[in-house]
Nanobody, 119 residues
Framework: QVQLVESGGGLVQPGGSLRLSCAASGFTFSSYTMSWYRQAPGKGRELVAT????????NYADSVKGRFTISRDNAANTVYLQMTSLKPEDTAVYYC????????????WGQGTQVTVSS
């Protein structure tokens, strides 16, 4: 059974930091590209960051570049999103995604975790 279990969301003030975690099981984690997406109310789902299976390459949305860092620990089957200098416009539900172009080209999704940036 494939599972992506997210944690770390919550309420934070502008300028603050949060670290999101996504724990994976039920598939070969080290063979999957991992990504974080987010969706604000009334808006489409936006790709935030992506990391390749061994961590050799990362990509970020322009809106978060320089503030967010994606990383992974393959021994722990976990991907992280370290968020710093948070802004109100970062408020969204954040989703973890796992994808392998051969075995899971449409990807697997986590349940989503709420991040609210407000004073």
């Amino acid at each position: 059974q494939v599972q992506l279990v997210e944690s770390g969301g919550g309420l934070v003030q502008p300028g603050g930091s949060l670290r999101l975690s996504c724990a994976a099981s039920g598939f070969t984690f080290s063979s999957y590209t991992m990504s974080w997406y987010r969706q604000a109310p009334g808006k489409g789902r936006e790709l935030v960051a992506t990391i390749t299976p061994t961590g050799g390459s990362t990509n970020y949305a322009d809106s978060v570049k320089g503030r967010f860092t994606i990383s992974r620990d393959n021994a722990a089957n976990t991907v992280y999103l370290q968020m710093t200098s948070l802004k109100p416009e970062d408020t969204a539900v954040y989703y973890c995604n796992a994808r392998n172009v051969y075995t899971a080209p449409r990807g697997y999704w986590g349940q989503g975790t709420q991040v609210t940036v407000s004073s």
